[in-house]
């Protein structure tokens, strides 16, 4: 909880300078939980549109129970009060560091979408780039398949000799004139790729909150990360500057500011491609929802217009995605009666483009698109 204190404050007090691209884009979403500052009792709240809040938002998984969730039935219950004693401890333990930040407000899907009102539904899951570009903090807890584990239960120097494989310990000799030794850690991998081997790196719906946040703070086995538009850091003392960010194979533009001048390309939604298709969804009917949001986030910057995955003024080159593996996931098999196969959204597999499709020079397009359209049909299900 200190170490998130300090890296939020370092990061907001900086924003005329080093962070200066790591400001949340103003964003009022529909319902918010209140935390309960002051001694107020925490319950769900309707901010005005357009007041300015300032709120942070959980990113976890739900699991095979699902947690706690607002429903038309308990919406009334839910807004005169939320009893932190029902609600699972990630959710309470999100809560606690929300509020140890100062900040009145906390979005938590389950919660703040009523989950039975398929219209409110759809219209938060189209604009949940919103939700997370305007999250002063994301806390992700990502080292459990549900949400009753909790964010902080780590301790970086005992777990982390246990539940850490990919990185090597060793125990210097006895320090002169005492018994004492000293516990050497050695990363030996990017620490930014260690969230793809949580639970919460591998589901889909989390991909866009990762993405599109300006400040998350990976709450994992054995510490807790810091990431932001400027820095990378570790509980156990890890730094990455910007520029060792930008270098990062793991890193796109947009995680590098939405403000910054850097424009996303091709090859960049084509790793967005790659990152989603491998990672799976409870619904297979989420497959386009659940990328919806970076969807309209790229198709606002790059003022292009996204035809199921593919985009309309690149779109013989956006055909050239390859199957990547021989494992299926069944689970998605069906999509195909739903999706057009040449899109890559239909494929029960993970998929990446083998060609840097953006360094075209001297290229010609002998393919132009004449005409499309694309229906969509709500099933109830
Ligand atoms: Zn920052």
Redesign the pocket.
Known sequence: MTAIQAWFEE?RS?AASL?KD?QPAPCTPPRLISVGLGGTTPRLVQPSPGERVEYTALSYCWGSNPPIRTMKSTLPVFSDELALDQLPKTFTDAIQITRALGIPYIWIDALCIVQDDSEEWQAVAAKMDSVYLGSQLTIAAAQTANSFYGCLNSDPLLDGVHHHEDDMFFRTPSLPGTDEQLLVRVYTADPRSRIQKTPLGDRGWTLQEHLLSH?TAFCMRPEVYWG????YQSQCGLHLTSDEIARGETTLPLMRGSNTATPLTSSDWHRVCAMYSRRDLTFPRDRIPAIAGITRYFAERMERRPIVGLWEETFSRDLAWVRASRHIMPKFSSLTDSVPSWSWLACPSSVYYPLDLDSAGGRVEHVKLVEWDVKWEVRVV
């Open positions: 990061c900086g962070h790591c400040r932001c538009q400027a820095s």
